[in-house]
DNA sequence: TAGGGTTGTGATACCGATAACACAATTCAA
DNA sequence: TTGAATTGTGTTATCGGTATCACAACCCTA
């Protein structure tokens, strides 16, 4: 444990345990047949020099690097903060290190991200895409044999292990909620459609309301950058409409607080002037405050999930087709869409 | 870019070319002197062959990886969520990339993958440690030669770059926000002494009692886990003691929110039964329902600044004595303290 | 007791890149 | 025109490990 200045490499180990670095390498990896004598002198001189292997010259060799990539477009949403935790959490266990990269929803950055992990030989890639144009990069990726799982996103054109919501499914009911309420009017706040959440939650839109007989009007779609600034200016718009929307459905929760902050501003409330419902819950904000209607999305789960198929893809222990796993959300009806009293 | 299944080596782009890998490498690095033609040449080559070069070979003989390590005890924690980004952003900016760790604040956890960034020869760590007892990892990265810098937290013994928040004045002026409302009777509900702010925050919570002339009630101090679980327990606590808190300060938000739960599971509200403040802004929770008075610490900037500390020691732009930056918070005076009408 | 098998260890080559030196070809100054 | 400096490129060794083969010493079986 004395402090030394260089790093302390597998040959120091040899010379002070008096043999080859071929055997302190044995004696790390165990397994071989090494005599228990001469591992006993090679672990006391790893210990007294405090050797640790480097990862890099034994992933050089290997061609394995023990990391992964995780890479998302915002990891401060809270969302996305979550399935950070879940992928941390499955790759640790498995012994893997995960490197967090976040694209700030920005396809340059994300192209960048990518070559930057293909230099760094990761084994494999758990990505939130930023939109179906992530294409090229993700044929990069399987170009450099570089296994990779889609989490939350799908990709047009890319056929891959993917995990993600039920996002028409979970559109459809919440929108139905609206109309079991008597919303006719009902605002969308949304993304482009190039987003494949955004697309799925529009067709579900659309859906729930040709399964009421209603026409879509498409003036009560709004499209807009998918955070708070993104849903105040879509809201706005839409208070200045002549027949304002009675309810939104914005395309999730950082989006709905933009739109319920315009709301106020307005003088109007929120569920009585505009009703509210939205994807994804704020875990902590929902424990002060439970106000929002939400489709609570296992965000967690996706990224343990995600993880592990990408492991198993990696580890061989899945060939074959891509596996797609498409997981329910909880429905939790809470104030903003005015259902409940106050 | 033809897909090929081995890996791309600077050998192949080498052979392509017609030179030798030194002249690739040349190639790649810029600077040394090329002819024009044979630089084309490469170039072509390696776009040819999609060839990125390996991080672990480069990093193998020059020593660097390219690659810190952030360590916090909880990234799903929105404070610390902050910290990750800012640090994830200045890294990326400089030209390195961010091995994320979570420690779960437990100390075993800290020291694998203290041990597993050691392994990868990671270039500097920011971390968050999980207590004072965190002390001798950090002495095994001294040992080592890895430059290291606290972020949030200050461990007793170790001497090295840090920035944090001013929390005693912080908890001071909280706590005598609570004093002038005319609250005696003030609960603090805190983590163990050996962490650093909470420590600090104890100390401001004892001074502002002491400058109003007030003894310090050790039965209104309750020892709990910060988060919300740890909070609730704590306040449960509070709620069966004979004189219960007309006022609480929990040393977090996430503690404060199972504490606010625990009040209104008895029948009581806040703030008109048991008054709050606490450390730490919820970002998005605040939008949507600014009810929380908090002492609101730069949290995005602790994981700039703190990343910053860490690349000057790496790329030697700062040497001698070890560098501490104190930021102070914001003090965000809402309803839960009971100052503001409803 | 000779031949084949096992056991423990070392020697050598190599993973993919670059540092350091070598050297032929070219350019330049005197 | 000739020796010195410069330019462009290759060769070799090396980073820190491990795969592979080699081999001496010992074991066993027939």
Redesign the interface.
Known sequence: ???????VTIKDVARLAGVSPMTVSRVINGGTRVSPATRRRVEDSISEL?Y??????R??IR?K?G?LALIVPD??N?FF??V??GA??VA?RAGY??????TRADLELERE?I??M????VEGIAIAPVSDQSRPHLE?L????IEFVLVDRSVQGIDSDVVFGDNADGARRLVKHLLDLGHRRIGFIVESDDVSTARDRHQGYRDALHAAGLEVDETLIERAPAD?EGGSTAMRRFLEHEHTPTAVFAVN??VA??A??AVRAAGLDVPDDVAFVCFDD????S???P??TVMSQPAETLGTIGTQLLLDRIEGRAAGPPRIVVLPAQFLIRRSCGALAA
Chains 1, 2 share one sequence.
């Open positions: 444990m004395a402090g030394t200045a260089a790093t405090g640790v292997p480097s990862r890099l010259a992933g050089l061609q690097t990391t990891v401060a809270p903060t979550l950070v935790r941390e959490d640790r290190r995960i490197i967090l990269c976040d991200v070559e930057e293909i230099a760094h030989r990069r399987r170009n450099f044999g708070p929760n950082l607080l933009g319920i902050e704020i875990e902590h904000a424990r002060l405050y106000f929002l």
